[in-house]
C-alpha cells in the first residue's frame, strides 16, 4: 500500500493529468515538486494550478545552481556528446531531478515517487535507474505507461471532465524539453525525418539566414576546465550560459537536426538547441588541445564516449561514473587560459587560444627563425618505428596453394 506520492511535476499537460489521475487511483496525499533548471518558464502559474488540482503541497526547488556545477560542468570537463551530435541538456537534468525527487521524499515522509515519462523513450530509465541507487526501497509510479490515454486528445478530454486547470499558453504540437543548458524538441511534424523542421520550432536560436552579417568574436577564460569569464569579464555560471546562450542564440550557434539511437532500441528524430554549449563544446576542447598531452588526450577521448554513454544511458549514480570523474578531474589541472571564438551564420569555430600551461611550443614547431628541433634525430626515431612493419615486409608470401615460407633467414 502506497502512503504518500511525490510526483515530478513541469505544469505541462501530462503531469497535470497525472496528479488527478493518481489522485483518483491512489486516494493519498501528492506532493508536486517543481524543479527550476532555467527552463524559462512561469513556475508561479505552474505552482497554483498544482494547487487547484489538488496537490497537497507544491514545492519549488531552484536547482539552477546545482544543476550548472554539479552536472553541466562535469559533463563540460567531460566533453560530453552522445552520437557526436547531443549535448545531453535533457539527459544531465534527469539524474538531479531524480535527486530532489528522493530528498522532498524523505523530507515528506512519502513512500513513493511518480514521473510522467512515456514507455519509450531515455527519461524513464534514467529517472529510474537513478531512484534505484539513491533510494532502492522506493516505489516508482509512471502513470504514462499504464493508463489508458492514447493520445494528446484524450488527456485534453480527461483534463476538462475532471477541471484540470492547463496553461493558458497555446500548447503547440510539439514536445519540448528545456533547461538553461539547451531544448529537445520532437514530435509532430519533427516525426518525419525528410521534412526540415519548421522554423516556429525553434526557442532559442535565429535562423543563420537572419543572423547578423558581422562576424562576433568572443573570448572565454578556463580555469582548471571551468568556464569563468567572457570577454574578461567575470560572470557566475549560470550567468555565464545565460550570456552565452543569447549571442550564440542571436547568431545561429547551436542548432542540431538529429537521427538518434534511444535506449530502449527506438530511433528518433530530435531537435536540440545549445547555443552556450555549442561555444563552450568546442573551447574546451580547444584548452585541453592546447594543455594536455597527446597520450593523455587519446586515452581521455575514450574515457569521454564512456562517460557520455553513461549520461545518456542512465547511468549517471553508477560506481563506474564516480569513479571516472575522479580520472577526469585529475585531467583538468592547468586545463586553464584562453579561447577565441568566432561566431557567424550558425557557425562557431575557434580563432585563437592561449595558455600559461601551454604545450605549444614556437621554438619546435617553427618553420622559420630560431628553430630547436634536431631534425637528424628523426632518421633512428623512424628506422626504429617502422621497423616491425620492415620484417613483415621481407616474409615472401607463399605460393598460391604451397606450404608457408621457412623463417627469414636472419641477416
Ligand atoms: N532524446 C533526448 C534524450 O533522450 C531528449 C528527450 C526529451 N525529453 C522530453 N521529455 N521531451 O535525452
Redesign the pocket.
Known sequence: MIKKIVLAYSGGLDTSVILKWLQEKYKVPIIALLADLGQGEDLEDAKERAAKIGAEKVVVKDLKVRFVKDFVFKGLCANAIYEDK?L????LSRPLIAESLVEVAKEEKADAVAHG?TGK???QVRFEISISALAPDMKVLAPVREWELKTREEEMDYAKKHNVPLKTTKEIPY???RNLWGV???CGVLEDPWREPPGEIYQLTTSPEKAPDKPTYLEIDFEDGIPKKIDGKEYKPIDLIAKLNEIGGANGVGRVDHI?S?VVGIK?R?IYEAPAGRILYLAHKEMENLTLTCQTLEFKALVDKKYSELI?GGMWHSPLKKALDEFIEKTQKNVTGTVRLKLYKGDCIVVGRKSPYSLYSQALATYGKGDIFDQKLAKGFIEILSLPLKVKAKIAPPPKGGVPPKAAKEK
Open positions: 547531443y545531453l541538456a535533457t539527459a515519462c523513450g531515455n527519461d514536445s519540448i524539453d529537445s524538441i520532437e538518434e534511444r528518433s530530435e545518456y
